[in-house]
T-cell receptor
Framework: GQQLNQSPQSMFIQEGEDVSMNCTSS?????WLWYKQDPGEGPVLLIA?????ELTSNGRLTAQFGITRKDSFLNISASIPSDVGIYFC?????????FGAGTTVTVRA | GAVVSQHPSRVICKSGTSVKIECRSL??????MFWYRQFPKQSLMLMAT?????????EQGVEKDKFLINHASLTLSTLTVTSAHPEDSSFYIC????????????FGDGTRLSIL
């Protein structure tokens, strides 16, 4: 698969704080996806972005598909303890997904 | 919503055993399913694309004789790890795409394979 650069690698934040993470790629994707994975489980889709420039929200989550189609960010507002987990970005071309390395979020109550 | 079921969730077996993992789409038909492998603290790596009624397409470096994939129906794909060895121990995850849709991939809950 193609390489996606996801940052930060990990975050340790206070409950109530906002969280930001992003992904960049040297290649263009048609779709950007954000997934959350809890230990021992499969990834769960959070947000899907289909158009360059698209800004989409899902509750406290907001994500954007970059204009160049080579990047995307995810914001989590007012973090709560259940936001703990690993967040993955994924770029899709045709049906194939390429995943970022993941951002591990730890929330301190 | 789209639900993908994976079974078993955990397997522990001796070296040399062949292990079969099932991936089912429960409420939709999936022309295409995908098999991923994930090592601890790492991302998901695509192993192969499974197409109903045809041979799977394997990613570079994945041994097709080692990881046998069968997609006999629109709701079931199986991955068989043949003659498994300790280095095959990993978390295997499948995903599926709803037939004739542009919906994103939905993932199963994964199978933790431990080879002793």
């Amino acid at each position: 698969g193609q390489q996606l650069n996801q940052s930060p690698q990990s975050m340790f934040i206070q409950e109530g704080e906002d969280v930001s993470m992003n992904c960049t790629s040297s290649s263009i994707f048609n779709t950007w996806l954000w997934y959350k994975q809890d230990p021992g489980e499969g990834p769960v889709l959070l947000i899907a972005l289909y158009k360059a420039g698209e800004l989409t929200s899902n509750g406290r989550l907001t994500a954007q598909f970059g204009i160049t189609r080579k990047d995307s960010f995810l914001n989590i507002s007012a973090s709560i303890p259940s936001d703990v987990g690993i967040y993955f970005c994924a770029g899709q071309l045709s049906y194939k997904l390429s995943f970022g390395a993941g951002t591990t979020v730890t929330v301190r109550a | 919503g789209a639900v993908v079921s994976q079974h078993p969730s955990r397997v522990i077996c001796k070296s040399g055993t062949s292990v079969k993992i099932e991936c089912r789409s429960l409420d939709f038909q999936a022309t295409t399913m995908f098999w991923y492998r994930q090592f601890p603290k790492q991302s998901l790596m695509l192993m192969a694309t499974s197409n109903e009624g045809s041979k799977a397409t394997y990613e570079q470096g994945v041994e097709k004789d080692k990881f046998l994939i069968n997609h006999a129906s629109l709701t079931l794909s199986t991955l068989t790890v043949t003659s498994a060895h300790p280095e095959d121990s990993s978390f295997y995850i499948c995903s599926a795409i709803r037939q004739n849709s542009n919906q994103p991939q939905h993932f199963g809950d994964g199978t933790r394979l431990s080879i002793l």
